[in-house]
T-cell receptor, first 116, second 109 residues
Framework: DTAVSQTPKYLVTQMGNDKSIKCEQNLGHDTMYWYKQDSKKFLKIMFSYNNKELIINETVPNRFSPKSPDKAHLNLHINSLELGDSAVYFC???????????????FGSGTQLSVL | AQKITQTQPGMFVQEKEAVTLDCTYDTSDPSYGLFWYKQPSSGEMIFLIYQGSYDQQNATEGRYSLNFQKARKSANLVISASQLGDSAMYFCAGNNLFFGTGTRLTVIP
C-alpha cells in the first residue's frame, strides 16, 4: 500500500487552464503539506493543514487553493495556470505539525506539472 | 523563520569512501529539528536522519550520521562506505519547513 499517493503523476496543460492535483495518505497522520520544487530543485513549502485546518499559507498566489475534505486528503487546485507554475508539486504528511518535534515527512511521488 | 544553507552544489566520492555533505542553519528558535532527505533520480523524497536541537548525541542511522555542531550552527551529513545507490540529491531541512538548495552527490565506481 502506498503511504502517500498523489495523482496525476504528470500533468501537461495550456496556460489559462484550471487543474487539480489530489493527495491521499493512509498513515493516519494529522498533518499534510504541499511543496513546490522548481527546475533548480529548490523545494519550498506552500501550505500545511493540520486536522483539516489551514496552518501554514506561505506567500503563494491566490490562484492556488488547497482543500482538505478530511485529514487523509489534501487537494491542490490551481486556477488560470501560468508558465511559471511549471514545477514538481509534492504532497507530504507527518504525524504532527512540522516544527513541533521530530516528525519526519512522508512524501508522495510528486506531480510534474508542465504549463505550455 | 529559518534559513538553511547548503554550499556544495555537487560532490563526488569514490565508492566505499566516506563523504560529508554540509548544512548550516540560521534560526532564533531555541528548539528546532534538522532533517536530511535523499532524492534519487527517480524523484521521490526519502527521509534519512533527524537531529533535534536538544539532543545530546549526534544522530546515527545505519551508514548515515549527523555531525551536529550547535555553536557553529551546522548539521553536516556523513555517509560512510558510499555505494553507487547513494548517488542522488541530498536536502537539509529545518523543521521540515525550510529546505536548503541541495547537494548532488555522485558516487564513482
Amino acid at each position: 500500500d502506498t503511504a502517500v499517493s498523489q495523482t496525476p503523476k504528470y500533468l501537461v496543460t495550456q496556460m489559462g487552464n484550471d487543474k487539480s492535483i489530489k493527495c491521499e495518505q493512509n498513515l493516519g497522520h494529522d498533518t499534510m503539506y504541499w511543496y513546490k520544487q522548481d527546475s533548480k530543485k529548490f523545494l519550498k513549502i506552500m501550505f500545511s493543514y493540520n486536522n483539516k485546518e489551514l496552518i501554514i499559507n506561505e506567500t503563494v498566489p491566490n490562484r492556488f487553493s488547497p482543500k482538505s475534505p478530511d485529514k487523509a486528503h489534501l487537494n491542490l487546485h490551481i486556477n488560470s495556470l501560468e508558465l511559471g507554475d511549471s514545477a514538481v508539486y509534492f504532497c507530504a504528511s507527518s504525524l504532527t505539525l512540522a516544527g513541533t518535534g521530530n516528525e519526519k515527512l512522508f512524501f508522495g511521488s510528486g506531480t510534474q506539472l508542465s504549463v505550455l | 523563520a529559518q534559513k538553511i544553507t547548503q554550499t556544495q552544489p555537487g560532490m563526488f566520492v569514490q565508492e566505499k569512501e566516506a563523504v560529508t555533505l554540509d548544512c548550516t542553519y540560521d534560526t532564533s528558535d531555541p528548539s528546532y529539528g534538522l532533517f536530511w532527505y535523499k532524492q534519487p533520480s527517480s524523484g521521490e523524497m526519502i527521509f534519512l536522519i533527524y537531529q533535534g536541537s536538544y539532543d545530546q548525541q549526534n544522530a546515527t542511522e545505519g551508514r548515515y550520521s549527523l555531525n551536529f555542531q550547535k555553536a557553529r550552527k551546522s548539521a553536516n551529513l556523513v555517509i560512510s562506505a558510499s555505494q553507487l545507490g547513494d548517488s542522488a540529491m541530498y536536502f537539509c531541512a529545518g523543521n521540515n519547513l525550510f529546505f536548503g538548495t541541495g547537494t548532488r552527490l555522485t558516487v564513482i565506481p
